[in-house]
C-alpha cells in the first residue's frame, strides 16, 4: 500500500518556465489537497478536491492550477515560474469516512 | 474560521525528559490529529485522535473535544523526537486547519 506519491521529489525551475507536480493515492479517498510549506513555516492551502471532476481554491491559489480527472490523481501545475513559488509542496488525501489526513513525502521546488 | 493555536512555540529537552505539547482550537471539529515533522521534512502522522485517549510507545495524546483541546506527551524524550509538532483540526467537510506548530529539539 504505497499511500500518497509525490513526483518530482526535487526540481528547479528557471523563472518564467512552467512544470507539474504529480499526486496520485491508492487509498480511494475523495478528498486531495495540495499544500505549500515555506521555510520555518506551517502549512498554506493552495487546491482541493472534494472528487473527480470537482476542484476548489484554497488560502493561496494564485499562480497555480488543479485538475481531478480520476479519484486517484490530482496534478498541480505552475504556470509562469516566480522566485515567490520556491517552497516545499505537499500533496494529501483524506479518508472519507473519518477524515484522517495522509500526507505525500513533500516535493521540494525552487525557482531561480 | 476555526483557529487553531499551539503551545509552547519552543521547546528544548534533555534526551530522557518528558513533555506536554497543547493545542487548542476555537469551535467544535470533528477531526483532530498530530504530525511529526522530521528534520528531513517528512511529515508523520502521530495519532488521529477527535475525542479520548490514545497512547503509542512513548507518546499518547488526549482530546477533550468538549473544551476544545488537545495534548500531546512525550515520555523518555529521544533525539530523534526532534522536529516540529503539527495539530490540524478538521471540520464536517473535511477542512483543515494547521496550527503553527511546536518546535522540539532534544539534546543529547
Known amino acids: 500500500n504505497a499511500g500518497v506519491t509525490q513526483t518530482p521529489k526535487f526540481r528547479i525551475l528557471k523563472i518564467g518556465q512552467s512544470m507539474t507536480l504529480q499526486c496520485t493515492q491508492d487509498?480511494?479517498?475523495?478528498?486531495m489537497y495540495w499544500y505549500r510549506q515555506d521555510p520555518g513555516m506551517g502549512l498554506k492551502l493552495i487546491y482541493y478536491?472534494?472528487?473527480?471532476?470537482?476542484?476548489d481554491k484554497g488560502e493561496v491559489p494564485n499562480g497555480y492550477n488543479v485538475s481531478r480527472s480520476t479519484t486517484e490523481d490530482f496534478p498541480l501545475r505552475l504556470e509562469l515560474a516566480a522566485p515567490s513559488q520556491t517552497s516545499v509542496y505537499f500533496c494529501?488525501?483524506?479518508?472519507?469516512?473519518?477524515?484522517?489526513?495522509?500526507f505525500g513525502e513533500g516535493s521540494r521546488l525552487t525557482v531561480l | 474560521g476555526i483557529q487553531v493555536e499551539q503551545s509552547p512555540p519552543d521547546l528544548i529537552l534533555q534526551e530522557g525528559a518528558n513533555s506536554t505539547l497543547r493545542c487548542n482550537f476555537s469551535?467544535?471539529?470533528?477531526?483532530l490529529q498530530w504530525f511529526h515533522q522530521n528534520p528531513w521534512g517528512q511529515l508523520i502522522n502521530l495519532f488521529y485522535?477527535?475525542?479520548g485517549t490514545k497512547q503509542n510507545g512513548r507518546l499518547s495524546a488526549t482530546t477533550v473535544a468538549t473544551e476544545r483541546y488537545s495534548l500531546l506527551y512525550i515520555s523518555s524524550s529521544q533525539t530523534t523526537d526532534s522536529g516540529v509538532y503539527f495539530c490540524?483540526?478538521?471540520?464536517?467537510?473535511?477542512?483543515?486547519?494547521f496550527g503553527p506548530g511546536t518546535r522540539l529539539s532534544v539534546l543529547p
Open positions: 485522535i477527535p475525542s
Open positions: 494529501a488525501s483524506s479518508n472519507t469516512y473519518t477524515g484522517e489526513l495522509f
Open positions: 469551535d467544535s471539529v470533528n477531526n
Open positions: 478536491s472534494v472528487g473527480a471532476g470537482i476542484t
Open positions: 487509498m480511494n479517498h475523495n478528498y
Open positions: 490540524a483540526v478538521g471540520d464536517y467537510g473535511q477542512n483543515f486547519v
